[in-house]
């Protein structure tokens, strides 16, 4: 009757949440998190005051599934008597993709896995980035809170399409332009500019 009860509680709580679950990045941490900085990739975890495990290994991946080591804090991790930070600065992080990160703590397996975009397409160029499917992103550096503008010509200097975010990203609608050569004009906020031609397959 007891655990019927609590698993009773337990549904009125999710309920009451509105079905809003946040997922913890493990028992021991209070939170970890990703950014890219420059050509690197910085990662951050802090543990909670008092936990405490025997050495962190960092692992990266490409999808998202199979690991590899890049990294090891050696010794005991953690602090017993307050909240403890520590930082490690991915090197060599895939280029134009998404990298994956977990941690491993020692005997208490691994974190919840992030994920960290990582673009390098120099401060004044893009990256067109085509799959199969035909989804088209166009990639390129960008500062916060920095406005784009992206404006399309097709080779007979028609303009054919035109784009607006705030990232460092624009995905082109899919079957919107056909194969062939195009002019890019990036326009951001800062009256700054970059253009350039790419090639639709």
Not at 53 to 71: H, M, P, W, Y
Not at 72 to 77: D, F, N, R, W, Y
Not at 86 to 102: A, H, K, L
């Amino acid at each position: 009757m007891m655990k019927l009860a609590k698993l009773l509680l337990l549904n009125l709580a999710i309920l009451w949440s509105g079905f809003s679950v946040i997922a913890q990045p493990h028992i021991l941490l209070q939170d970890f998190s990703g950014y890219q900085q420059d050509s690197k990739i910085t990662l951050r975890w802090t543990f909670r005051s008092g936990s405490l495990c025997e050495g962190t290994q960092i692992e990266r991946s490409a999808d998202g599934l199979t690991f590899n080591k890049i990294g090891e804090i050696p010794g005991i991790c953690g602090n017993p008597g307050s909240a403890f930070t520590y930082t490690f600065v991915d090197s060599f992080p895939n280029v134009n993709t998404v990298n994956y990160y977990r941690l491993e703590l020692g005997n208490f397996g691994f974190t919840s896995i992030i994920n960290v975009e990582f673009i390098k397409a120099g401060t004044s160029g893009f990256v067109v980035m085509s799959d199969n499917s035909g989804h088209t992103d166009i990639l390129f550096q960008n500062t916060a809170g920095r406005r784009t503008s992206a404006v399309i010509y097709n080779s007979s200097g028609k303009r054919v399409l035109e784009l607006e975010g705030s990232g460092s990203k624009i995905s082109l609608p899919s079957g919107k332009l056909a194969a062939g050569i195009y002019l890019l004009l990036l326009n951001f906020s800062d009256n700054t500019s970059v253009s350039g031609n790419f090639i639709l397959p």
